[in-house]
Structure formats: C-alpha cells, structure tokens
C-alpha cells in the first residue's frame, strides 16, 4: 500500500525583536513560514507552494500577521490581536453553534474564556453580535480551522482545543459527538493524535490548566 498526503512544515524565516502587542513590550519573534509538501510515507517531498506565515512572539507564543513587524503603539492606532484569540473565538462560537442551539451557560463560559484569555475584553452583547456573524456564514469548523490553521502554532492550536472541550463541556457532560467534533477540529489543524491524547488526558484532571505557559 502506497501512503501518501500532504502537510505543512513550518520554517524560520527570520528572527529579532518587535513590540510584542500581546506582551506590550520589546521581545524576541520569530517569523515562520508554512510550506505544504506532498508527503510519500510520511516524508515530505515535494514543496507545493506557501501555506502561509505568522510573527511568534518567542515569550507569550502568541501569533500575529507578519504587519505586527511594522507595529509602533507610539504611532499606531491599530491594535494587533493574536491569531490564536481570534480563532479561539470563532472556532468556540462555532463548537457551540454545532449542536444547533445555543443556551445561556454555553454562552457565559464562551465569554468568560474570552475574557481570561483575552487580551481586548467583549461584552456580552459583542459576543451575541459576532455569534449571529458566525452564525450566518455557516462555515463548519473543520473548514475555518484548515484555512487559519497556517497561522497558528503548537501554542495556539492546544488553546483552541482546550477551549472547544470547555465549551462542549459547558453541560455538564462531555459526549461522543463532540468528542467527534473535537478531533476534527485536531485534524483540521494537522496535529497528531498522541498530541491530541496528551491535551485531553491533561484536562481529564481535576484542575484544567488554561496557563499560557
Ligand atoms: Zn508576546
């Protein structure tokens, strides 16, 4: 039997310090880059062309669009939110969109996440307009996830599965159809299943940790 499959390999490009958004102050980045390679039994062979590229602030692991380089907050007015915050709130909203109806704790804790992980705090109002956005568009998960995934790293990917279990926990109970969900949501962003394992059995325990470290 003949495997074979494509994957994103993930490269330095180049290294420095900027003004981390996140951190709000000078760190250390590493600017990446994606590329997808046909894969023959695993091994990467043949480079397909850029997958994309993200700025990782080499302190808080948040990922940002590569124009965070060009950021002075002395000058600017926009304020860059990591790539991993925003797709923690879509892939959320859309984790709790899956079952087709929304109820009120699934909504608070989506909010309470938010706002203890985030870094530009949202109202409940906020979150009922972006949810009625999401709403609309319709994108399955799966979907949005392969499209931002080349922007996420490790970091970033583990945070928006622990914050999908959080939600299809936000019941009281966490069951086989959105375990489903959730490991399409880990192979939307290519992560292996030993990865996946090891992120649940960290949350089967008692006190989840949702440092970001
Ligand atoms: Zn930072």
Redesign the pocket.
Known sequence: MIIFGTRGITSTVKQGQFC?P??ATD?NYKHKKVTRFFTLYFIPLIPLGSAGEYVE?Q??K?TFVTRVLEYNPKLSQNSFQSEYEKAMRHSMILMMLADGEIDDKELEIVLQIINKFGHNDMTMTELTDYVDKVQSEGEPVGTYLKKIAPSLNEHGKEVIIKCAVAVAGADGHFDDSEKLLIGEMAQAMEMSNSHLKGILAELANPEPSFSEN
């Open positions: 981390c996140q951190c760190k602030c302190s808080c948040g």
